[in-house]
């Protein structure tokens, strides 16, 4: 495997279900990302972890639980979504998080989410 | 505030002819970087091309160049020679630094449709 991977690609659940999302990156960076991206919005994102600690949380619903166990695994824990939550996930990862002008990021396929 | 625009929801150009996607940014900081990424079906956001706002010649990566107007605060990329497999979403992201930490801020994005 190569790059930056996501599993499933492709996710229905009801409301009251608990789901996970996982990503896998295999380029040995120390940062990644999950954004969601909906119709015709810019992307939001939404967590960001530096080497597995978090850094980042645009105020996203509790529903939404990130793991972060090691450099190269992230994990999006969902629990009682609402429809709203019907979008693209993506993952991605950068060499690092710290600010510097050019820093890359490399994206996984995302996840398609579907809340019924 | 810092903000990414892109005018265009979507566009159709006849195969083999230029585009030009437009962005427009607003930033108050001086050292900032400019992403376009392309978004195809299938989802995964590709890199396409940099453009840091210290550099003063206009980044170019194959087909793909970036018109960088500084004074203007725009980033338009230009794609020459269009392939029907260009169709796809693009999208302009700029870098900033919030509390120290990377993150990219993205326009809504343009779609393109490159007919035969």
């Known amino acids: 495997e190569t790059g930056v991977t996501q599993t499933p690609r492709h996710l229905v659940m009801g409301m009251t279900n608990k789901k996970s999302l996982k990503c896998e990156q295999h380029l040995g960076h120390n940062a990644m990302y999950w954004y969601k991206q909906s119709a015709k919005k810019p992307l939001e994102l939404m967590f960001v972890?530096?080497?597995?600690?978090?850094?980042e949380n645009n105020s996203v619903p509790s529903r939404f639980s990130p793991e972060c166990p090691n450099s190269s695994h992230l994990f999006l824990h969902l629990h009682t979504l609402q429809p709203e939550d019907s979008a693209l996930y993506l993952c991605a990862s950068s060499q690092d998080s710290s600010y510097t002008s050019y820093n890359e990021q490399f994206f996984g396929p995302g996840t398609r989410l579907t809340v019924l | 505030a810092q903000k990414i625009t892109q005018t265009q929801p979507g566009m159709f150009v006849q195969e083999k002819e230029a585009v030009t996607l437009d962005c427009t940014y607003d930033?108050?900081?001086?050292?900032?970087?400019l992403f376009w990424y392309k978004q195809p079906s299938s989802g995964e956001m590709i890199f396409l091309i940099y453009?840091?706002?210290?550099d003063e010649q206009n980044a170019t990566e194959g087909r793909y160049s970036l018109n960088f107007q500084k004074a203007r605060k725009s980033a338009n990329l230009v794609i020459s020679a269009s392939q029907l497999g260009d169709s796809a979403m693009y999208f302009c992201?700029?870098?900033?630094?919030?509390?120290?930490?990377?993150?990219?801020?993205w326009g809504a994005g343009t779609k393109l449709i490159i007919k035969p």
């Open positions: 972890y530096s080497l597995e600690e978090r850094v």
């Open positions: 992201a700029m870098s900033t630094s919030m509390d120290s930490n990377y993150q990219l801020i």
């Open positions: 453009q840091g706002s210290y």
């Open positions: 930033t108050s900081d001086q050292s900032y970087g």
